[in-house]
């Protein structure tokens, strides 16, 4: 099975790629998590993304915020997919992250979840390797299932208590 490769641009991302880690180890989906900066230490990010293929990944998450130009970066350098995190900041509450990380040039698409949406790239992430992998698509049916019946649950206490 590919890995997925976890970039954040700064260790602040932190709690929002611990939220990825999870959701993949529940998978049983193997992942490296890696702290490279688009704009500090862009030869890094650069080759990692060179090197991804041949390293064993299959999908890149990409998480930052402010500028958030991390993802389109590693994007430019790997015909990977790879997934944008925009993480919130103090200053424009993830908006300027968002539309960083979305609106990339023609040709380099980075596909993008929400402001913070660490559960949903691993989710994503998962979602493509299993294109290739009948394990892991049971799997996601399988939490299709629970997470439906939770909320059905939900439904039927909620239903009761205004009956």
Do not use: W, Y
């Amino acid at each position: 099975m590919r890995k997925v490769g976890i970039v954040m641009g700064s260790d602040s991302d932190l709690p929002i790629i611990q939220k990825a880690a999870d959701t993949l180890k529940a998978f049983d989906v193997p992942f490296e998590v890696h702290v490279f900066s688009a704009h500090r230490t862009p030869e890094e990010a650069r080759n990692f993304a060179l090197n991804a293929r041949d390293n064993g990944f299959g999908v890149i998450i990409a998480a930052a915020g402010m500028a958030a130009h991390l993802a389109g970066a590693i994007a430019a350098n790997t015909t990977l997919p790879v997934i944008g995190i925009p993480c919130k900041s103090t200053n424009l509450d993830g908006i300027d992250a968002l539309l960083s990380t979305v609106m990339m040039p023609s040709g380099i698409p980075v596909a993008t979840v929400a402001i913070d949406g660490g559960t949903n790239a691993a989710l994503l992430s998962v979602e493509i390797l299993a294109v290739s992998d009948e394990d892991l698509q049971r799997k996601l049916d399988e939490k299709r299932r629970k997470d439906a019946e939770t909320v059905l649950q939900k439904d039927r206490k909620i239903s009761e208590s205004f009956s």
